[in-house]
Structures are given as C-alpha cells and as structure tokens.
C-alpha cells in the first residue's frame, strides 16, 4: 500500500510514488499518468510532454491513386504528382549506427530521419523502387534493406546515412558483363643483360615492347616506379624508364643470381586497355592460356591506382577486395589475355518472371537447368543466374512453393530436398513467403540480417569474411529463402514466427504463441516453449527476454527455456470491466521496459492508449517487476480515434542532442493513417499529468469518518506559472468534487474536505507545468486529517 496512518498526527498520509500504479486501487495507488518518477524515488513529477512529428512530403518518385490509368513499363522511372502524403500505420522501424532512423509504414513508404535527434521525418522517394512492400525493414551494412510484395528491395550507395536517397534504390543490386577487352602479356622480356655480377640496368628489345615488334623505345610515360622481375624471382623496385627511350635502368647497383632472363611490368598500372576503368569497378579476367599468377579467371577484381598512361590508354592494377592492396604478378603468363568489366542492372532481389527449364521437373528430381527467364524491368537475361548464391523460393502455376538452391554464374538448379511433386511451364522466382509478418532483424551476434518467411527464416548473409556487403556483388553475401524452421523435424510447419532477438550465444525466436532458440547453425530451431497467449513483441533487456502477449495486458519473462508470467496491467485502470489490451511495441529505455498498449471495451470502442513503463530486476525466486506507469499519452490526447489500432513503434533516443530523457513513438491515428511522437525539455501543460491514490478506509459502516483538512506536499515550491490541482471522492462509481487549484509559489497547501461521514476517500491530483521555468511541481506526499 502507499499509505500509513501517523498516529502521532492523527493523519493518514499517501506517498511511495515510485512503486507506480498498483494491481489493485485498495493496494496501492490507482492510476499515474504523464508523469514521472524515475528522477527521484518517492517523488511523481510532471513529465515531458509528446508532441507531433512533422511529416515532410517534398518527395520525388511518388505516384498516388487516380492520378494515372495507363501502366508504362511498370510505371519505372515516372514521376507523378498529388496531394500531401499522409503516413501509413506503422509497421517497423530501423537505426543506423549514426542514430539517424528509418521508418517504415503500411503503405510501404519510408520515412528518413532528417538528422540525428531531428523531430522531422521526410518521405524517402521511390524514383527506382520495384513495389512498395511492407513486410519489414532493417539497415544492414551501410544500406536500408525493405522487405515485401515478393521484394526485397535494397537503398543506398555504401555510404551509409548519405547515400540513402531515393536515387539509390535498388541501384547496384544486381550484375551481369557488358564490355570485353584484349590486351598481350604485360611483362616484358628485356634485351642486354649480363649472365651475371653487377647489374646496373638494360635496354629494351623491340620484339618484346607492347605494341610487339613497334619500336624499341618505351611508349608510355616517363616514371621511376617500375619494377624488374629476374627469372630467379628476384623484384626490383624503383626502376626509371623514359618515354621515348630504349633503354631502363636500375635504382642502384644489384648484384643478381647469374639471370638469363628479367621481366618488366609497367607502373603504376599493370594492364592496358583503350577504355578507361574507374576506381572500384569490378574486372573479370579470361585467357586462352594462362592467366599470370595469382589471377584466377572468371573471378572478380576491384580496380585500383587506376590512370591515364598516355599513347597506349589506360592502365589499372586490381586488387581481391574493393578498395584493397594492388596484386603483384609472378608470372608473365600465356595465351591472349582479355578482361570484362562488370555493370549494375536495377534489380532488386525478388521476383523473377517466367522462369523456365530445358525440361519438366518430374517428381523425384533434384536439379534442372534453366532456359532463360525475364527480369521484373522486363530485361531479357541469361541462362545463368545473376543474382547472389542462396536459397530462392521457386514457385509453380499453382502457387505450390519449392525451395531451391540458385548458384551465381551458374544455369543448374538444386532442389534439396527431391521435388515431390509434378509441376512444368513457367515459373516464379520469390525469397518471400507471402506470410512475412513486418518484421526483420540484424543479428548482433554475427552481423547476418533475418527475415520472417513464414515458418521458416529468411536470412541475407555474409559470404566472404572480412568483405563488405556491396549489393553489386553477388559473392560477397548469400541469400537463404529457410535459414531454419520452428521446432524439431518431428514438429516442423506447425507454427509460424512473429519475432526474434539475440540471447547471448543464441537468437530466442517468438512464434505464435510458443517460444524458441537457434543456434545459429541447426536447420532447426528447439522445441517450443509454451507461453500460452498470441505473442506480440519480445525484447532483450540485461539478458532476460520480455514478452508481451494476449489481450489481457500480460507481460512474460524468458531465459530461453522457461516462461514465467510476471506482470499484468489493471484492469481498472481502463475504466470498464474485462477491457481488451492491444500491445504495440517494446523497448529498452533508462534500464526499464517501456511498452505502448491500448485499451478498448467488449464493443470495440477504444478507451485509451499510451507508452507505459515497467521496472524490471531480477530476484532469487525469479523476475520481479514494479512500477507501472503511464509514461506519456500520444498527442493527440488520452482517447484514440475510431477505427485506431494498437500497432506502434518505439525508438529510443538517448541521449539526445539537449540530454533530456527522449524516444519517439509512432501509433496508429485511424485504420490506414499513422504520426510520430517525440518529446523536448517543454512539460505537459494542460493538465494531462494526473495521479489516482489509493481508494483509502478511513472508517466503518458503523463508524464512519469525516476527513478534516487535506493537505499536499511538494520538495519544492512551485514556479511562476505551476499549478495543481486536488480533488476528491468517496467511491469509485462517484464523480470526484471540484478540484481547488493553487497557483502561487507555494511548497504546501491545505484545505478543508467537502466529505461528511464515509468509509473511503481517494483523491486526484492533477498537474499544470509552466511554460518555461517550471518546477515539475514535484509531488512528495498528501496528507488526511481524520476526525
């Protein structure tokens, strides 16, 4: 309970705030709203008040409904204008590591942060969007990754934050080689060398300078880089060879081992070609022969050092990794040496149309070989495969779905398991199983990105160590349509998945309404855990899982193995006997859960919905929890409007640019419609914040009291502007009286009970802060006279 009687005063006196809103209004206090006690224990103070986003509609690439009939090529590359662009419910939302967010709605549109700690959201546009999915977003490896509609769809440049702009939409998810070019070996055999001692440099023979057999004289430009290679392996760096001249020479005396033979290699670049390469840009190399050592054909390289090297055009070394060390040559090779560049096509990782085979997949079959297929652009491809290496969801004519493994580069593909059922014609290319439930997540154990699929995960994963995820290159990660499926083999496609967290060592997975763990590894997950409700959200918070589910306000505690309920919201708090709760989302804030949840009554018709926090400790005998309050209302007030849902987001802000206490909400505002809440130093101004007491005895039926003076306390005095207000009543089912106010800079005030003659007395506080230099009005104790 929060009160006592003070004997020596004859008075009763509620206090004990911080132990929140109590299961019971004869246990403890009733109800506290928009205020908060976390800034000192035993003391309820006014909170920050939430305030409306603004929502930013200067966006290029949109299209709105009605504002075109005919579909031009997919409509891809359109521009169309209409009326203000309204956000969607929410659906999910994702952090980069700079702090800028990303919200995604159910329109499938995403709302960028304009700056870490900004309270504006524009529309990121859709100028090279395939579809407009909803089905869950994440930022992985410096790009946001959108999931849905058959899709998933990638934005960005590897920048990070920066290159998130609508003109980065699904650009460089996608390969295939567009240009060839041929050039000799390009090491060059030198003329004039002794067979021994000193060697002090040596003179070009014509039948080996590129173009063979031209002249004698270097064509290129004059450098001091170049580098000798003896026959024995011996380098020698720090050459000079001149434009114009036939002859090189050494950086300083170098006494050899007995060379018949020393190569050159030109520098800084090591190939020739009359086209010009740009840093970065990815090289394939091919060869009637031999390529020189180390190069492997068909592999790619990444252009550095590359430059302009006069008469014979441009020159480039390649490195094994974007942005790497240049590749020194070992060996001259053989044979006619040719490279390929490596173009971007805008293709998203998703649907591919009419998908065929050489032949019909027969029951029992394993592989096939693709025809030819077309890309959603409507681009004519390749027999082999161009999207990166994964599992891919094949599906027939009649929506049966087949999971198959697709190689880069390559026209076979495997089924694995053996198909088990007939099916010819075309076919369609889907990583999305039509189930995902808005909801991805970046492992934080080993940096892969999941992806709900129905019964199964979905995962993006990476392919080569240590190489960043670029999704122009299809080696450097992987596409897995079934990372893992719920249960064991035994029980296997008898749940599907509604979220995902990290546990240590582990990922807890939330089915509908059981949990689990994987390893990371397994192809199946454990076997369940029953919670025993619809489960909504979970979340890890000091390595203990917290989940809310049902509809009756409970909120669960895992470790993984075990599921224990550890707290319920009252009831009576909602006003109406057995309301319905609808959670939202779930977040970690200040070391406590915070969780939005709306209530409505039996009919439908909401009641009130807000961001509550609960504090959570573990103890001997298990998790505990205290604390409950109703952090803040949404801005728009207590009350949702019709047709509202109970879907949200929560975003944790702190610390933010001014280092108040900040997060941001995002809720439903009607049945297709959503806002964002943030909050700055400014406090609730018209009353919102209130506390309910406890529903005090004070006497019997057959000694009933008058309450006498009633006075509260503050730690401090109230500032110009402050006010609050006390009011009181006898019953639950009665009105409570006219509150008195006080305004002046006060720390105390009493006043006299309009109450004659009751059992119970309970008492509202209500609280106004001021506009600037408020106090918090910082409530400390209400004390009862009793006569």
């Given at each position: 309970?929060?009160?006592?009687?003070?004997?020596?005063?004859?008075?009763?006196?509620?206090?004990?705030?911080?132990?929140?809103?109590?299961?019971?209004?004869?246990?403890?206090?009733?109800?506290?709203?928009?205020?908060?006690?976390?800034?000192?224990?035993?003391?309820?103070?006014?909170?920050?008040?939430?305030?409306?986003?603004?929502?930013?509609?200067?966006?290029?690439?949109?299209?709105?409904?009605?504002?075109?009939?005919?579909?031009?090529?997919?409509?891809?590359?359109?521009?169309?204008?209409?009326?203000?662009?309204?956000?969607?419910?929410?659906?999910?939302?994702?952090?980069?590591?700079?702090?800028?967010?990303?919200?995604?709605?159910?329109?499938?549109?995403?709302?960028?942060?304009?700056?870490?700690?900004?309270?504006?959201?524009?529309?990121?546009?859709?100028?090279?969007?395939?579809?407009?999915?909803?089905?869950?977003?994440?930022?992985?490896?410096?790009?946001?990754?959108?999931?849905?509609?058959?899709?998933?769809?990638?934005?960005?440049?590897?920048?990070?934050?920066?290159?998130?702009?609508?003109?980065?939409?699904?650009?460089?998810?996608?390969?295939?080689?567009?240009?060839?070019?041929?050039?000799?070996?390009?090491?060059?055999?030198?003329?004039?060398?002794?067979?021994?001692?000193?060697?002090?440099?040596?003179?070009?023979?014509?039948?080996?300078?590129?173009?063979?057999?031209?002249?004698?004289?270097?064509?290129?430009?004059?450098?001091?880089?170049?580098?000798?290679?003896?026959?024995?392996?011996?380098?020698?760096?720090?050459?000079?060879?001149?434009?114009?001249?036939?002859?090189?020479?050494?950086?300083?005396?170098?006494?050899?081992?007995?060379?018949?033979?020393?190569?050159?290699?030109?520098?800084?670049?090591?190939?020739?070609?009359?086209?010009?390469?740009?840093?970065?840009?990815?090289?394939?190399?091919?060869?009637?022969?031999?390529?020189?050592?180390?190069?492997?054909?068909?592999?790619?390289?990444?252009?550095?050092?590359?430059?302009?090297?006069?008469?014979?055009?441009?020159?480039?070394?390649?490195?094994?990794?974007?942005?790497?060390?240049?590749?020194?040559?070992?060996?001259?090779?053989?044979?006619?040496?040719?490279?390929?560049?490596?173009?971007?096509?805008?293709?998203?990782?998703?649907?591919?149309?009419?998908?065929?085979?050489?032949?019909?997949?027969?029951?029992?079959?394993?592989?096939?070989?693709?025809?030819?297929?077309?890309?959603?652009?409507?681009?004519?491809?390749?027999?082999?495969?161009?999207?990166?290496?994964?599992?891919?969801?094949?599906?027939?004519?009649?929506?049966?779905?087949?999971?198959?493994?697709?190689?880069?580069?390559?026209?076979?593909?495997?089924?694995?398991?053996?198909?088990?059922?007939?099916?010819?014609?075309?076919?369609?290319?889907?990583?999305?199983?039509?189930?995902?439930?808005?909801?991805?997540?970046?492992?934080?154990?080993?940096?892969?990105?999941?992806?709900?699929?129905?019964?199964?995960?979905?995962?993006?994963?990476?392919?080569?160590?240590?190489?960043?995820?670029?999704?122009?290159?299809?080696?450097?990660?992987?596409?897995?349509?079934?990372?893992?499926?719920?249960?064991?083999?035994?029980?296997?496609?008898?749940?599907?998945?509604?979220?995902?967290?990290?546990?240590?060592?582990?990922?807890?997975?939330?089915?509908?309404?059981?949990?689990?763990?994987?390893?990371?590894?397994?192809?199946?997950?454990?076997?369940?855990?029953?919670?025993?409700?619809?489960?909504?959200?979970?979340?890890?918070?000091?390595?203990?899982?917290?989940?809310?589910?049902?509809?009756?306000?409970?909120?669960?505690?895992?470790?993984?193995?075990?599921v224990q309920l550890m707290y319920k919201i009252p009831d009576y708090i909602a006003g109406v006997i057995d309301p319905v709760?609808?959670?939202?989302?779930?977040?970690?804030?200040?070391?406590?859960?915070?969780?939005?949840?709306?209530?409505?009554?039996?009919?439908?018709?909401?009641?009130?919905?807000?961001?509550?926090?609960?504090?959570?400790?573990?103890?001997?005998?298990?998790?505990?929890?205290?604390?409950?309050?109703?952090?803040?209302?949404?801005?728009?007030?207590?009350?949702?409007?019709?047709?509202?849902?109970?879907?949200?987001?929560?975003?944790?802000?702190?610390?933010?640019?001014?280092?108040?206490?900040?997060?941001?909400?995002?809720?439903?505002?009607?049945?297709?419609?959503?806002?964002?809440?943030?909050?700055?130093?400014?406090?609730?101004?018209?009353?919102?914040?209130?506390?309910?007491?406890?529903?005090?005895?004070?006497?019997?039926?057959?000694?009933?009291?008058?309450?006498?003076?009633?006075?509260?306390?503050?730690?401090?005095?109230?500032?110009?502007?402050?006010?609050?207000?006390?009011?009181?009543?006898?019953?639950?089912?009665?009105?409570?009286?006219?509150?008195?106010?006080?305004?002046?800079?006060?720390?105390?005030?009493?006043?006299?009970?309009?109450?004659?003659?009751?059992?119970?007395?309970?008492?509202?506080?209500?609280?106004?802060?001021?506009?600037?230099?408020?106090?918090?009005?910082?409530?400390?104790?209400?004390?009862?006279?009793?006569?």
């Amino acid at each position: 309970m929060s009160y006592l009687f003070d004997k020596s005063r004859n008075e009763i006196v509620i206090s004990g705030f911080e132990g929140g809103i109590s299961p019971s209004p004869y246990m403890g206090i009733a109800n506290m709203r928009n205020v908060a006690t976390h800034w000192m224990p035993g003391v309820a103070y006014v909170n920050y008040r939430r305030q409306a986003a603004t929502l930013g509609d200067s966006t290029s690439g949109l299209w709105f409904a009605g504002s075109h009939s005919t579909n031009v090529s997919n409509n891809e590359g359109w521009f169309f204008s209409g009326g203000t662009v309204a956000m969607g419910n929410p659906v999910q939302s994702a952090q980069s590591p700079a702090g800028l967010n990303y919200i995604l709605d159910s329109n499938g549109l995403v709302w960028k942060q304009s700056a870490v700690n900004s309270s504006t959201f524009n529309v990121l546009g859709n100028e090279n969007r395939v579809g407009l999915g909803n089905g869950g977003i994440a930022y992985w490896n410096n790009y946001i990754v959108v999931f849905g509609d058959g899709l998933i769809e990638f934005c960005g440049n590897g920048t990070g934050d920066a290159g998130i702009t609508s003109s980065n939409w699904n650009l460089n998810s996608g390969f295939f080689p567009i240009s060839e070019y041929t050039f000799p070996a390009q090491q060059f055999q030198l003329s004039g060398v002794p067979s021994g001692g000193t060697y002090t440099g040596g003179t070009l023979a014509s039948s080996n300078v590129y173009p063979t057999g031209t002249s004698a004289n270097w064509g290129y430009a004059t450098n001091t880089t170049a580098t000798i290679i003896l026959s024995t392996g011996q380098v020698i760096t720090g050459c000079t060879v001149t434009n114009g001249s036939s002859t090189f020479s050494t950086p300083s005396t170098v006494i050899t081992g007995s060379p018949s033979t020393l190569a050159f290699i030109s520098s800084p670049g090591i190939y020739h070609g009359s086209s010009i390469v740009t840093l970065g840009e990815q090289i394939v190399f091919t060869t009637t022969g031999t390529l020189p050592s180390p190069l492997v054909p068909n592999t790619i390289y990444y252009a550095v050092e590359a430059d302009f090297a006069g008469e014979g055009g441009y020159v480039f070394n390649v490195s094994a990794t974007p942005g790497g060390t240049a590749i020194v040559l070992n060996t001259q090779g053989t044979g006619t040496q040719s490279f390929e560049t490596v173009d971007f096509l805008s293709l998203p990782l998703g649907n591919v149309s009419n998908l065929t085979f050489t032949g019909p997949l027969q029951s029992g079959a394993t592989s096939a070989t693709i025809a030819g297929y077309t890309l959603p652009n409507g681009t004519a491809a390749t027999t082999d495969w161009l999207l990166p290496t994964g599992i891919y969801n094949l599906i027939d004519s009649n929506g049966n779905n087949i999971p198959a493994n697709f190689q880069l580069s390559s026209s076979t593909v495997n089924f694995q398991p053996a198909i088990t059922a007939y099916a010819t014609g075309n076919f369609q290319v889907n990583i999305i199983n039509p189930n995902v439930n808005s909801r991805a997540y970046t492992s934080q154990a080993n940096g892969n990105l999941y992806f709900i699929n129905g019964q199964s995960m979905g995962s993006l994963e990476f392919a080569i160590n240590n190489l960043m995820v670029n999704p122009a290159n299809g080696n450097s990660y992987g596409v897995n349509y079934s990372a893992f499926t719920l249960g064991t083999a035994a029980n296997y496609g008898s749940d599907s998945i509604v979220d995902m967290v990290d546990l240590q060592t582990t990922m807890v997975v939330a089915g509908q309404s059981n949990i689990y763990t994987w390893d990371y590894t397994s192809s199946f997950t454990s076997a369940p855990v029953p919670v025993g409700e619809k489960i909504v959200r979970i979340k890890n918070l000091l390595n203990s899982i917290y989940i809310t589910a049902g509809q009756k306000g409970n909120v669960y505690v895992s470790n993984g193995s075990y599921v224990q309920l550890m707290y319920k919201i009252p009831d009576y708090i909602a006003g109406v006997i057995d309301p319905v709760w609808t959670f939202g989302d779930i977040m970690r804030h200040r070391g406590k859960i915070y969780f939005q949840a709306m209530a409505q009554n039996t009919s439908g018709s909401n009641i009130l919905a807000g961001v509550f926090s609960l504090i959570v400790s573990p103890a001997v005998t298990g998790e505990v929890a205290s604390g409950l309050v109703m952090e803040a209302q949404n801005s728009y007030g207590l009350t949702p409007v019709s047709g509202a849902l109970g879907s949200g987001i929560l975003i944790d802000a702190e610390p933010s640019s001014s280092g108040q206490d900040s997060y941001y909400s995002v809720y439903s505002t009607g049945a297709s419609s959503g806002a964002i809440d943030f909050n700055d130093t400014s406090v609730w101004q018209n009353f919102e914040p209130t506390i309910e007491t406890d529903i005090v005895p004070i006497g019997t039926f057959l000694d009933k009291k008058t309450p006498g003076q009633i006075q509260f306390m503050l730690d401090r005095p109230l500032a110009s502007g402050d006010q609050i207000e006390l009011s009181w009543r006898q019953s639950l089912s009665d009105l409570y009286s006219t509150p008195v106010v006080t305004t002046t800079a006060i720390i105390a005030n009493e006043m006299g009970s309009t109450l004659s003659q009751v059992l119970w007395v309970q008492f509202k506080v209500q609280f106004k802060g001021a506009a600037s230099g408020t106090s918090f009005i910082p409530l400390r104790e209400i004390r009862i006279a009793i006569q």
